[in-house]
């Protein structure tokens, strides 16, 4: 059987297109199959739209959360219900195109463990945003040594691939970069980001920059040593510059210098805090970590997800 684990925050207008198309093609494909929504926490009735769905068509199931908590989060604890051999993470505004579900089952059948969807183009984004995503993840992939451009939350994993997931300790989950890190034979599907159905999309710039700086810290421990780094500059530079200093105070041609003070006051101050903030933010890290909590709360599921929670979710 396959799964189908959908995201959804306030899409009750996308539920219904979401189940009739994609279960099109998975019955054209001759497959079993489930569709598990994950409501996040949505206040516009998705949750009440898929429930009313799954009375009539056992095939689809779901999920509400407790509150609103992230996207990364409603994909684990879809993960996490899901019971089929494969599961195929996907959005429900339907930006990721059903179309491409055959390739995707066919490389799967074929012995890939993970099938990753890879896009063609972004779509109709704003340059601002195509640019600063260009950035993150050229970052991103020297971060972590993969090419993440282009990647996606768009997947197929096998049962094996999940199960590696879902036994991970940690809280901050970074999926797109987790199903590179677990290994497992992967192989790629490419597609055409489609224009998404209704609705608007959840993100707001200032949630793409935390979203950008969380899986950053924890996924990679770069910016620590480029603080190393940056301090080893700074060493010689300090060296370079206190040997012409003594000697000038030595032969007598010290000037005035208030300008250099100032400026060197200010430099080496910006880094500093610029430092404790990187190391503040591994910190928080921590923090979290270490507290504990549930990476979700579920508030409700429907009859046929009881009991389903695997892993460390459990
Ligand atoms: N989503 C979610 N929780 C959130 C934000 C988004 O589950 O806090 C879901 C959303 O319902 C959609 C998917 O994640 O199915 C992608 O979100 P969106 O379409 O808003 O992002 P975009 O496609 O613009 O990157
Ligand atoms: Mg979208």
């Not at 195929?88 to 505004?93: G, R």
Request: aromatic fraction near 10%; charge should be neutral; charged fraction near 25%.
């Amino acid at each position: 059987m396959i799964s189908v684990v959908l995201p959804a925050y306030n899409e009750a207008d996308n539920i219904e297109p979401a189940v009739s198309e994609i279960s099109k093609v998975l019955t054209g494909c001759g497959e079993e199959y489930e569709l598990v929504f994950i409501s996040d926490g949505s206040t516009d009735g998705t949750y009440e739209k898929v429930q009313t769905i799954a009375k009539s068509d056992t095939h689809v199931k779901g999920a509400e959360f407790s509150r609103n908590f992230g996207k990364e989060a409603a994909i684990f604890a879809g993960l996490s219900l899901a019971s089929g051999d494969a599961v195929i993470v996907m959005d429900c505004d339907l930006q990721h195109p059903v179309s491409v579900l055959p390739e995707m089952i066919k490389k799967w059948k074929g012995g890939a463990e993970v099938v990753e969807g890879i896009k063609n183009s972004r779509g109709k984004e704003s340059i601002f945003h195509k640019m600063s995503a260009g950035l993150f993840y050229g970052i991103m992939s020297r971060l972590i040594k993969i090419d993440m451009n282009a990647s996606s939350d768009f997947k197929l994993l096998d049962r094996k691939a999940v199960d590696a997931l879902l036994e991970l300790p940690e809280s901050n989950t970074f999926f797109r970069a987790l199903t590179f890190w677990i290994g497992f034979k992967s192989d790629k599907v490419y597609y055409d980001v489609e224009e998404r159905r209704n609705g608007k999309s959840k993100w707001s710039t200032r949630g793409l920059i935390n979203y950008a700086i969380r899986n950053a810290t924890s996924f990679s421990t770069m910016p620590l040593k480029l603080i190393t780094t940056m301090g080893w500059i700074f060493i010689v530079f300090a060296i370079i510059l206190g040997i012409q200093t003594l000697v000038r105070f030595f032969t007598g041609t010290s000037a005035d210098g208030f300008t250099t003070v100032i400026l060197l006051l200010l430099i080496v101050g910006g880094f500093m805090m610029l430092s404790l903030g990187i190391a503040g933010h591994y910190i928080a890290r921590i923090y979290e970590e270490v507290k504990g909590r549930p990476r979700f709360i579920i508030r409700d599921t429907t009859d046929s997800l009881v009991g389903n929670l695997k892993g460390q979710w459990k």
